[in-house]
């Protein structure tokens, strides 16, 4: 994808799609219900497919609706899900490139009645699995990992687990805690967590799996209610099938509210919520600090750029998805910027640390690695291919840098598929410009 340089300052108001990781938890904790529940404004994309094709592998009944009036809440497309009690096995699930997918489900499987193998894109072999497979096996379950720990493996399933006390290191992934909570009530003595590794990345992503939890009646303790710290509880009982509306995705709206700020415009992102567990919510604060201002408004939250942007030190360990808009947008500040708490990017789609310095400074930018981060000196950049290494993040990353740059040229764009299908229409429209 080519795109000139924006020539004047961006306004527009802009509907993002449905939170990835809302809508993977939903689908998997209505999956695990005792009754049908509902899915609204569910996310269309890569990552929200496989995890209903994953599902439904398994036995799941997921019935798409567009345009329903399913009891008036939410409005648009939404997902009945229909669950079975039992999994079925033998089943075999791809699990693309989507921790949610890879991390989630493997605990769900130990459920089945029968093998579940699952295999995926070769950066699923890479990227770390330890955390859900040795405490699966520590809970009572048996999983073949081919020798490597990791994918492809197969689970089997005995319609049953034990469950119980797991200890294990999740400093390389929240996902770890979060799938073992996530079906953690089905196990016959529910499971209890503990992190006995260094700090667990992405906590607001916990947050969420809590929350969501107990919407669905599940009873959690928690470290941030009180509870012991790095450990989580989930007591076994049944789920309930829920009616639940899925909020925008938050971490989605970076590349639009940086185009704000690199441009001196303004983007209003509809219906952003008030109260979430979403990391993007800090958005709010990181590109405020990086010389912007928001509020909200009647129709969402309006994001206005200054014309000024500025570098930021930040510890982004709870936020680690926002990084490659935000270090795009730090390569074009006035001053330098050092991004920190990051070390586990190394293992998300691609590299990110290594795929941002090496990216942004082919287009002649300063960055350099840190041992947990990176440090970002501005500097005139100039146009070149932006390799995107098959991560949807890099791949918005270039396009804010595309804003600034002359002749950037952000290669393979349709990656952005993983989690926002629709990014080159948004953004050609964003820009005034048709689709291309
Ligand atoms: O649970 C989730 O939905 C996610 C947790 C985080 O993963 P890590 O803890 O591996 O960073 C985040 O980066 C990812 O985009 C989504
Ligand atoms: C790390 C991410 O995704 P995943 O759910 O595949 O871990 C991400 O979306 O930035």
């Not at 009180?226 to 971490?251: F, I, K, M, Q, Y």
């Amino acid at each position: 994808m080519a795109r000139p340089i924006a020539t004047t300052a961006v306004d527009a108001t802009v509907t993002i799609p449905g939170s990835k990781s809302v809508t993977n938890r939903a689908l998997v904790l209505a999956a695990l219900a005792a009754e049908p529940g509902w899915v609204r404004r569910p996310l269309r994309s890569r990552d929200s497919q496989l995890m209903a094709d994953g599902l439904r592998a398994l036995g799941v009944g997921i019935e798409e609706q567009v345009n329903n009036d399913c009891g008036g809440v939410g409005g648009g497309e939404a997902w009945r899900i229909i669950p079975t009690g039992t999994f079925a096995g033998p089943a075999r699930i791809d699990v693309g490139n989507a921790g949610t997918v890879m991390r989630f489900l493997p605990p769900l499987a130990v459920l089945a009645d029968g093998p579940v193998h699952f295999d995926g894109d070769p950066r699923s072999y890479e990227r770390p699995q330890h955390g859900v497979i040795d405490s699966l096996r520590a809970l009572g379950a048996r999983i073949e990992d081919g020798g490597r720990g990791g994918f492809p493996l197969t689970v089997h399933g005995t319609g049953a687990l034990d469950g119980g006390v797991v200890e294990l290191d999740a400093s390389a992934s929240s996902q770890f805690v979060s799938a073992l909570l996530l079906s953690g009530a089905r196990y016959n003595q529910g499971v209890e967590v503990r992190n006995t590794g260094g700090p667990v990345p992405s906590l607001p992503h916990i947050r969420m799996t809590v929350d969501m939890l107990r919407l669905a009646g599940v009873q959690v303790d928690a470290p941030e209610d009180g509870g012991e710290p790095d450990v989580w509880r989930v007591t076994p009982g049944a789920l309930l099938g829920r009616d639940l509306v899925v909020e925008p995705d938050l971490s989605n709206a970076a590349p639009f509210f940086a185009a704000a700020l690199v441009t001196g415009g303004r983007v209003t992102v509809r219906d952003w919520p008030r109260h979430t567990t979403q990391p993007g919510d800090q958005l709010r604060d990181l590109f405020t600090r990086m010389g912007g201002s928001c509020q909200f408004v009647d129709e969402g939250l309006e994001f206005t750029g200054s014309g000024k942007i500025h570098g930021i030190e930040a510890d982004l360990h709870d936020v680690g998805e926002l990084t490659p808009v935000i270090a795009a947008v730090a390569a074009l500040a006035d001053s330098e910027s050092v991004l920190s708490g990051i070390a586990h990017l190394r293992l998300h789609e691609t590299d990110r640390l290594a795929a941002l310095a090496k990216e942004i400074n082919e287009l002649s930018g300063d960055v350099t690695e840190t041992a947990d981060g990176l440090r970002i000196r501005p500097r005139r950049l100039h146009g070149g291919v932006f390799h995107t290494y098959e991560d949807h993040r890099l791949a918005t990353a270039a396009a804010v840098l595309g804003l600034a740059v002359p002749g950037v040229l952000v290669e393979n764009v349709a990656t952005t598929a993983k989690t926002l299908p629709d990014f080159p229409a948004m953004w050609a429209e964003l820009l005034g410009q048709a689709a291309g």
